[in-house]
């Protein structure tokens, strides 16, 4: 590992400042879980590392708003969302999610903005988010902007954030009346990275979907939203018939990519497995009240 530049910015319009480079090689840097076994393996070689560790205590702050939504600073680390009351409370399929992503010295160090910029199609964060309707604030040279987490993702390793920009925040709206799930298949250890996850998120009334929203990740290139498997349930009985119309839409409708963990068939056949079991789960569970 060659050497870099480490600075600490005491502000976040400072971090901004050092960060509006046409040097590719400056990166912002927070848990660094990721970035760090770029580094080793060589992928990616540093001139200058920006960590955002002193911007401000606020940007790692987990709060509800009135309406029953949730704000989650940026630099809040994963092991905040897994155990934060709040976050239990208003969507607890965060918390449950977090249980099984990496292993718990990763989720002490990791944070939000961190695992969302990353752009890394296998983690289980975004797909989660995405079907609870989040987004993400976002802060640059050219001042602020809201995306929503299905948007931020523009290819492989790749969002849209631009030169300078970083997540301030993530912004989930109420949740109730929302029943919401997740799962993934791994096909190895349990804390390696998914062949498949899938997050829904149902809400029902008098025994029938009135909106849904379905997202699959890890088996495609980038996350994705099943807009046809959502109308198969929009308008249908939260029953199992509704159910497997829905899979075999999700099924004809997802782009799987092949990989070291299934070819694009398997995952295909995975889709529909965990789909429907996320969608029992869901109904299962029971809306946020």
């Not at 964060?125 to 802060?139: E, Q, Y």
């Not at 996850?197 to 890890?218: F, T």
Request: hydrophobic content about 45%.
């Amino acid at each position: 590992m060659r050497g870099f530049e480490l600075v600490h910015p005491g502000s976040l319009a400072d971090a901004i400042g050092l960060l509006d480079t046409d040097d590719d090689t400056v990166r912002p840097f927070s848990g660094g879980t990721a970035l760090m076994l770029m580094m080793k393996t060589g992928v990616f070689r540093p001139s200058r590392l920006v960590h955002l560790g002193r911007i401000g205590d606020a940007y790692s702050e987990i709060t509800a708003s009135p309406a029953g939504g949730l704000r989650i600073g940026a630099m809040a680390t994963l092991s905040a969302l897994e155990h934060s009351p709040e976050v239990i409370r208003v969507a607890p399929v965060v918390a449950r999610a977090m249980t099984r992503l990496a292993n718990v010295r990763v989720r002490n160090v990791a944070c939000v903005g961190g695992n969302l910029a990353h752009g890394d199609p296998h983690m289980d964060l975004p797909p989660v988010l995405a079907a609870l309707g989040g987004s993400v604030s976002v802060a640059g040279p050219q001042g602020t902007r809201d995306v929503a987490v299905e948007k931020l993702f523009s290819g492989y390793y790749e969002t849209v954030l631009g030169r300078g920009e970083l997540i301030t925040d993530v912004v989930l709206p109420s949740q109730r009346g929302w029943s919401s799930a997740y799962l993934k298949c791994t096909t190895r250890s349990a804390d390696d990275w998914p062949a498949l996850g899938v997050a829904v998120s149902l809400r029902i009334e008098g025994g029938a979907i009135s909106e849904a929203r379905v997202v699959v990740s890890a088996a495609t290139e980038i996350l994705t939203r099943l807009t046809t498997a959502e109308s198969a349930l929009t308008g249908a009985a939260a029953d199992e018939s509704t159910f497997a119309r829905a899979c075999e839409a999700a099924a004809a409708e997802a782009e799987m990519v092949e990989d070291a963990r299934g070819s694009a068939d398997y995952k295909t056949q995975l889709l529909r497995v965990y789909l429907r079991r996320a969608l029992t789960q869901a109904v299962q569970d029971g809306a946020v009240s």
